[in-house]
């Protein structure tokens, strides 16, 4: 169905101006052998089969040995590999792109027309050509064809899944695992075929394919009950340039019953888990490595021994660095059993107490995963302070694709605007212009291993991720990840066209809702950064002192004089300290701190002023009423699109929509409701507030 191709339809005939003249390259395609993988494969393999659905004709593919022409055809091959006269592309200048990294050039010779796509490598060479049959789908091939020098911004450019073997996903919005069913793995599933297809497709080259709470089946994910299924399953990613990774179980040893310690100190333990890693290489012999929560959230970890995380991961690392393998230790790390209010445990100060300390003591195969904000993929939070406040420790970023905090794809929240917010803070950490995505690339400190990481949003419903707009957080997370500099406008407007077709009302209509969605359910949901207020547990839909750690009181220290935590050095918790000077300046004044994250940082009356010249109070009614009205209004221009949209698809989502807009003024009228009685103080405008 249209909802299970998701962004790769392929539909429709290249039909634009320019094409005339670059016709008969799409007659044949001349691959110069490389080294003869399953990625190069896999390249040759869609982009003969993209063009086919493109053109409405089937490309011939030959050995450039047998080919006694190379003009008029599409040149794809390896950098090194591929003679590269005639091509337009230089050697120096080929060999100056990292492994990921293509080239894709038009050679205009008259009636001689000729394209070149060379990758870097067999995975450069697949991007390529993903990246060249989007580009005939968005904008077409013009009179000047194409002059593409393309290379990821991140080494690691992973997802997480967070599915359990019985088939459920934590946190998914979108039906059961396409990876589990009945504590068996579904290791010759089609669908993990597909999704690999997806995530190659946008430059994704790792995943961990289990939950990171690793219960007592998954635990057993590293032994030979379920390894020759996971080395199925690594064969189908790898056909797609993609490392396969596993969430472990820190007390793996003492849960299968095989010793009776896990402390990482112990010789017996780190023998354990030697012999671990020699099996699991023995199946999946370019194995990515183990991704650990530990000590986190009541799940095991080296704090039981009196042993650090430092201790912990190292031991992991030990194990697997013979192999080549990383730790992907996560640095979700706060203590669920105690009143954070105590000003010591602060729960947005955790990650950093915990691991700043510990810089210099990892391994070099060791990644610190430190989620994008301190708490925990809110709507709105600050960037955590932890992200590059250790120079001598490899660091990636988790985002959440899954919809967790933000409407759980039954509401249209697209993320992409958020995460470069996130990628383009600048730290200061070396001085102005310390920007994560610097980070992240590895151009501040020179980490051995750094890139991003991300909670996939999909499951076995046809369309993928449960609602079809949904599918624009995965695709962007890809696309943002190759390249941090992309407008988010750009991408929604480059998924909306391949995903729905060209349409100009269409295009417009959903671009334009995409790119509003973050900012409306910000809106009508937890104001001014302070966070939560959703049902614990599910957390979708309102309750404003919801909180699953709230037997010591509310959340948000909402009285009826004023809102918010106070988190600065003078009189709070002392958070602010965790930011590099200048930055924790910023958020200490109210005078400087941004009105977004205001509650995040401090508590204020009611009356307090913000920047915008509202009141906090008159914020928060302002944002819930217009917020609905928002959702009322891309639900009206939604609906302009019917006849222009496919049925099935347009029923779909228009149904979501009017589920978000219920939800929407439930959040309106909870949250209004709830300080209009905590404060007394009336809305301006005199509005009904129930
Ligand atoms: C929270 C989720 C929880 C996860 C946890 C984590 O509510 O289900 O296990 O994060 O990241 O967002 O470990």
Not at 315 to 337: K, S
Request: aromatic share 12%; proline share 4%; glycine share 10%.
């Amino acid at each position: 169905s249209r909802g299970y191709k998701a962004w790769l339809h392929y539909e429709g005939q290249l039909s634009n101006k320019g094409l005339a003249k670059w016709a008969d390259c799409f007659r044949s395609i001349i691959c110069i052998p490389g080294e003869r993988g399953g990625v190069l494969n896999t390249a040759i393999g869609e982009l003969a089969s993209g063009i086919e659905a493109l053109t409405g004709n089937k490309p011939e593919v030959t050995d450039a040995a047998s080919a006694v022409d190379r003009k008029r055809c599409i040149a794809a091959g390896i950098i090194g590999a591929m003679p590269l006269d005639g091509l337009a592309i230089s050697l120096a200048e080929a060999e100056q792109l990292p492994d990921e990294g293509f080239i894709i050039r038009t050679i205009d010779n008259g009636d001689l027309c000729s394209i070149a796509i060379a990758g870097r490598s067999e995975r450069g060479l697949m991007y390529g050509v993903f990246h060249f049959l989007r580009l005939l789908q968005t904008e077409g091939i013009g009179e000047n064809g194409f002059n593409v020098v393309e290379q990821p911004a991140f080494r690691l450019r992973m997802l997480n899944q967070w599915d359990n073997m019985d088939g459920s996903v934590e946190r998914g919005y979108a039906g059961r695992s396409i990876f589990y069913r009945n504590y068996e793995l579904l290791a010759r599933s089609p669908r993990i075929k597909d999704y690999a297809r997806l995530l190659a497709s946008v430059g994704i080259n790792g995943i961990a394919i289990n939950n990171v709470n690793v219960h007592r089946q998954e635990t057993k994910l590293i032994t030979e009950r379920y390894l020759p299924d996971v080395a199925r399953v690594a064969d189908t990613f790898r056909a797609y340039g993609i490392r396969l990774y596993l969430s472990v179980n820190f007390a793996g040893p003492l849960e299968l019953g095989e010793l009776d310690t896990a402390d990482p100190l112990d010789p017996r333990v780190q023998a354990w888990w030697k012999e671990r890693a020699n099996e699991v290489y023995s199946y999946v012999p370019d194995f990515g490595g183990f991704l650990v929560k530990a000590d986190s959230e009541n799940r095991p970890g080296p704090f039981t021994y009196g042993r650090d995380h430092a201790d912990g991961a190292n031991m992991l690392a030990d194990a697997l660095a013979p192999y080549g393998g990383i730790v992907l230790w996560r640095c979700f790390v706060y203590n669920c059993q105690q009143d954070w209010r105590d000003r010591s445990t602060d729960r947005a100060k955790a990650a950093y107490d915990h691991f700043r300390p510990l810089d210099g003591r990892f391994r070099d195969n060791v990644i610190l995963q430190i989620k994008n904000g301190p708490m925990d993929f809110q709507v709105r939070e600050p960037v955590s302070p932890l992200f590059g406040a250790m120079p001598n420790t490899n660091h990636m970023m988790e985002f959440q694709v899954t919809q967790e905090y933000t409407g759980q794809q039954r509401h249209v929240c697209f993320l992409v605007p958020q995460w470069k917010e996130v990628l383009d803070f600048d730290t200061r950490l070396k001085g102005e212009g310390t920007r994560v995505k610097d980070l992240a690339a590895g151009k501040v400190h020179p980490y051995t291993h750094c890139g991003v990481t991300a909670v996939s949003n999909i499951g076995d419903d046809d369309n993928w991720t449960g609602h079809h707009l949904a599918q624009s957080n995965l695709y962007g997370y890809g696309r943002l990840m190759w390249n941090p500099d992309l407008e988010a406008e750009a991408i929604a407007e480059e998924w909306t066209r391949q995903t729905f077709g060209g349409d100009a009302a269409v295009v417009e209509t959903i671009t334009g809702w995409l790119m509003e969605s973050w900012g409306t359910y910000e809106s009508y949901t937890a104001p001014l950064g302070v966070g939560w207020m959703v049902t614990p547990h599910y957390h979708y839909g309102p309750d404003v002192d919801g909180y699953e750690y709230s037997k010591w009181g509310t959340y948000h220290f909402a009285d009826w004089k004023g809102i918010g935590v106070d988190r600065t050095q003078a009189t709070g918790t002392g958070y602010t300290a965790q930011y590099e000077a200048e930055n924790a300046r910023v958020y200490e004044n109210l005078a400087t701190c941004p009105d977004e994250l205001l509650l995040f940082f401090h508590h204020v009356p009611y009356i307090h002023k913000l920047h915008s010249g509202k009141t906090v109070i008159q914020h928060i009614y302002d944002t819930h009423f217009e917020g609905v009205q928002r959702v009322e209004a891309q639900l009206a221009s939604w609906l302009s699109l019917e006849g222009k949209i496919d049925e099935e698809r347009f029923r779909h989502v228009t149904g979501r929509a009017k589920e978000q807009l219920e939800n929407a003024k439930l959040w309106r009228d909870v949250i209004n409701t709830y300080f209009y009685r905590k404060s007394g103080i009336s809305d301006e405008q005199g509005r009904t507030i129930y």
